[in-house]
Antibody, heavy 121, light 111 residues
């Protein structure tokens, strides 16, 4: 059964770049027709989709974050990475990665447990 | 402010049937499937309903989804204490370059 695990620094200074990694186990990220999404959730608030990457290298990003987001995939390590630049306190949240089966199939059907990132000096 | 609109809270007693609604527009719910997620306290969201009304393996048939026009609903019958959680609707939005959008979430309390 596929499992996802997010990792990265829990504290990032304002104006710096947030970098997170999602490690996939139980299946190859290159298999099937899935893309891989990142979602975040500020404490006590709702979910916000950040973006996704397809295995062919294509990407979709949330228009509100597009200028600051980069998602990449390392198939050799079975990992998906997220970079969010010029962070502010508003970027403080729990960050999740999820397997994305697409809008016509299963949607985001498997999620990692999430990792908390705090933006503070 | 979320693209999809959900009531912030809902409640019911054990055994009751409760319904959670999600309202959108022609560019999202009106032209794409709706997905529902359950988020128990302190945990990651879990897929509850996909393609408007389909249940993943392991999800009890007490949970059901429906859609009409630009609105969708999640119904929970035979309410149980373990159903107390936050519920989110999600769908794809075709506006701009497209993106997944979520409702603001509904906190379900089992009285």
């Amino acid at each position: 059964q596929v499992q996802l695990q997010e990792s990265g620094p829990g504290l990032v200074k304002p104006s710096q770049t947030l970098s997170l990694t999602c490690t996939v186990s139980g299946d190859s990220i290159s298999s099937g027709s899935y893309s891989w999404s990142w979602i975040r959730q500020p404490a006590g608030k709702g979910l916000e989709w950040i973006g996704r990457m397809y295995i062919n290298g294509g990407t979709d990003y949330n228009p509100s974050l597009k200028s600051r987001v980069t998602i990449s995939i390392d198939t050799s390590k079975n990992q998906i990475s997220l970079r969010l630049s010029s962070v502010t306190a508003a970027d403080t949240a729990v960050y999740y990665c999820a397997r994305d089966g697409g809008r016509w199939d299963y949607g985001m059907d498997v999620w990692g447990q999430g990792t908390t990132v705090t933006v503070s000096s | 402010q979320s693209v999809l609109t959900q009531s912030p809270s809902a409640s019911g007693t054990p055994g009751q049937r409760v319904t959670i609604s999600c309202s959108g527009s022609s560019s999202n719910i009106g032209s794409n499937y709706v997905y529902w997620y359950q988020q128990l306290p302190g945990t990651a969201p879990k897929l509850l309903i996909y393609r408007d009304n389909q249940r993943p393996s392991g999800v009890p048939d007490r949970f059901s989804g429906s859609k009409s026009g630009t609105s969708a609903s999640l119904a929970i019958s035979g309410l149980r204490s373990e159903d107390e959680a936050d519920y989110y609707c999600a769908t794809w939005d075709d506006s701009l370059s497209g993106s997944w959008v979520f409702g603001g979430g509904t906190k379900l309390t089992v009285l």
